[in-house]
Structures are given as C-alpha cells and as structure tokens.
C-alpha cells in the first residue's frame, strides 16, 4: 500500500507541474515511465493468476543481454500493470495513452476491458481510452506483451534482428479538448512540414494540419501557424479561419514563404526553426497546440557524384547503427543514445545508416540538432 500511495503522489505532483502548460497550449503531455509492476507469465494465465510481481521503470525489457550470447533468451509473455489516479476534470477531455515502442505485440486493458491490439516492435501507437476511465478515482492500466516469433510479423525470427521482448521506450498520457490537432494518425504529431522550394533567397513552407472535432455541433475556429528562428524571432505566419463539422477527421493545409531562411546546413550549422500550430475557438481561447521543429534544407544525390546539401556537395561519412546493447537489450535511456553519438561525433561521422527500423524519437531530435543526417534502411 506504501508504495501505491507513493506513486499516487507522484502522478499527482506530475498532473500539477503540467496545470500551467495545458492552460497555454490546451493539451497535456504526461510520461507515465515510473511506477509499472512486471511479470512474466505463460499464454493461458491472466493479469489475476500472476501474484509474481516486480516494480519497473520504463524502458524495460525481460532481455537485458546481448543477443549474440546465445543464452538464457526468454520468448515469450509478460504483463505491465500500472495504477493511475484520474483527475474528474478529464471527464470532458480526450485521454490517449501512446507507446512509442513495444516488442513487439501488445494487447492494452483498462480497467479489465480489452482496448486494443497493436502489432510491430518499432512503430510508435497510440490508443483512445477516453470512454475507458472512471473520473476521480484509481484506475488500472495493464499492458500483456509477447515476443514471440511468428511469420505474420517482420522480423520472422529473431536470428538477424532479435526482439528482446517488454516496453522498451517511453510512455505517456496525452490529454486534449474534444476539439483537437489528431494524437491518432499513427500516433504522429498531427502536424506535417513539407518544403517545396528552399534557396538562400526565399523558402515555401507548407504545413499540413489534421483536426478531429467530435462535439455533436459544427464549431468554429481559427488556426494560426507560426514559424520562429532559433533566436525566438517570428520569421512567418498564417491564419485560416474555420468551420469544423463533428464527424470525422478534416486537413488543413497552410503555405508560408519565408524570405532569405537561414538553412539547415548539416554539422557545420545545425540551423533548426521551430514552427508553432495553434487552434483557437471562437472566443480566441487556446484549444490545442503542437510545436514542431524545421531544418529548412534541400539535398539532392547525383549518381557517380555524391550528396549536395543545399547546392554544395557534402561528404558522408557513415555508420550503421542498431539501438541494442549489452546489459539493457534495446531498452536504452537518453544517456546511451548520448554516448552512442559522442563515439560518432570523435570519429568525424555525418551520417547515421539507421538499421532496419524506425528508431528512437529522442535519437532522431539529436541528430537534427547535432546535424547528423539520418537515412533509414528497412530490410527484411
């Protein structure tokens, strides 16, 4: 009981640290890494037969070792379970909760129903529990993984690409108004930059919004894009007013040409803007908010000559990366990703071969602002 009334208080701390953040950007983001129970279990057996249960922090994974040891391998089943104190002011909100990593099927309960389903290590997901939640009193989370090979899900099998098993990246909570930029468009920001031509003399800058209004009534609203220079500057904006229906999901498509952009000119100047998408009601109240963050860039590859980055040739100089190691499987904190790329940085790398999969989110914010270029390769 001690140790549930302290994670009740640290989800509670957690909820009020974020009171001022929702109330400018009409959304909350909360990680919920800490406080998670784990068992392993076999196929037949459910989350009240375990009684075996560990505290854990996420990242986690039931593999811990390097894979090439051969030894000791567990494939197989585990349960996640997790207390959450809901606030009752979420009862009028939209509650997700998003993995952005689990190896590599995870079925989601809440409250002992059955939500979901998702299947794949490397991809982030996302689910809707909304309607799953009791307001104002502890609810409970569980999460039953399994990492079994099978032919259905690639990889088939564990001798090339080893799936350690467990969730090995964060969490978190996302909590939103019922009018809001999309959490649910496979679990991606809800927000997507395009640049259509970039030159020292002028960058146009599109920015493709998606939004979910599930009141029962049409709303209006207006959405302001806002691109800021790394010094704070506002370089561009735009407004669009609009009219929401309440079914379904709705694009918005806004263009911004930005007049002479600094450029994003890999580790020689890691330039990074910051676009901000906000959606207002009528009232001019913040509704939702999503920041995002602009390399403005071109790059082209001429066979038999090489990468130019915008206009100039650029040397690459590369590594292949995979995200295990020995002692933590691939259930890898901050810290190992930073070491990961101080060991690149001595050696003089430009660009990271990411093999074979999606990696982590926190990885790739790095190299953008470190001026790695990254290239994915999926090879099954």
């Known amino acids: 009981m001690t140790t549930l009334k302290t994670v009740f208080f640290c989800v509670t701390l957690l909820f009020s640290k974020t009171l001022l953040n929702a109330q400018q950007s009409g959304r909350e983001v909360l990680p919920i890494n800490s406080g998670w129970e784990f068992a392993k279990l076999d196929a037949s057996q459910t989350e009240t037969q375990q009684a075996q249960w560990t505290t854990v922090t996420l990242p986690h994974t039931w593999n811990d070792k390097d894979m090439q040891q051969g030894k000791d391998f567990y494939e197989g089943y585990g349960m996640y379970r997790k207390y959450l104190e809901v606030p009752q002011d979420w009862q009028n909100k939209r509650v997700f909760i998003r993995f952005e990593g689990v190896g590599q099927v995870a079925e989601l309960y809440v409250n002992d129903r059955y939500i979901g389903k998702h299947n794949g290590s490397y991809a982030a997901f996302i689910f809707d529990v909304s309607h799953d939640l009791n307001f104002g009193v502890t609810n409970k989370i569980v999460v039953r993984v399994n990492n079994i090979a099978t032919e259905s899900i690639l990889p088939t099998d564990h001798f090339l690409f080893g799936i350690f098993g467990g969730i090995y990246r964060p969490a978190s909570l996302i909590v939103t108004n019922k009018t809001n930029i999309t ?168 660009t990271i071969r990411f093999a074979h999969y999606q990696q982590s989110e926190y990885l790739y914010s790095r190299c953008d602002s470190l001026g790695i270029a990254q290239r994915n390769l999926f090879q099954f």
């Not at 370089?235 to 999901?249: A, I, Y």
């Not at 009528?282 to 920041?291: G, K, N």
């Open 183 to 350: 959490t649910t468009d496979y679990a991606s920001p809800g927000v997507y930059i395009g640049q259509e031509k970039v030159t020292g003399e002028e960058a146009d800058i599109r920015i493709t919004t998606k939004l979910e209004h599930i009141e029962q009534e049409p709303g209006y609203f207006s959405l302001q894009t806002e691109i800021y220079n790394q010094e704070g500057q506002k370089v561009g904006q735009h407004h669009k007013d609009l009219k929401l229906s309440p079914q379904g999901r709705q694009v918005i498509s806004q263009d911004i040409q930005l007049p002479r952009p600094h450029l994003w000119q890999g580790k020689a100047d890691p330039y990074l803007h910051k676009v901000v998408v906000t959606l207002k009601d009528s009232d001019s109240t913040v509704v939702d908010q999503v920041i995002q963050p602009l390399g403005i860039r071109t790059f082209e590859i001429k066979p038999a000559d090489g990468l130019y980055l915008n206009g100039s040739k650029y040397k690459m100089y590369g590594v292949c990366r995979h995200q295990d190691r020995q002692d933590f499987g691939n259930a890898l904190l901050p810290e190992h990703h930073d070491e990961d790329l101080d060991i690149m940085n001595e050696m003089g790398v430009t």
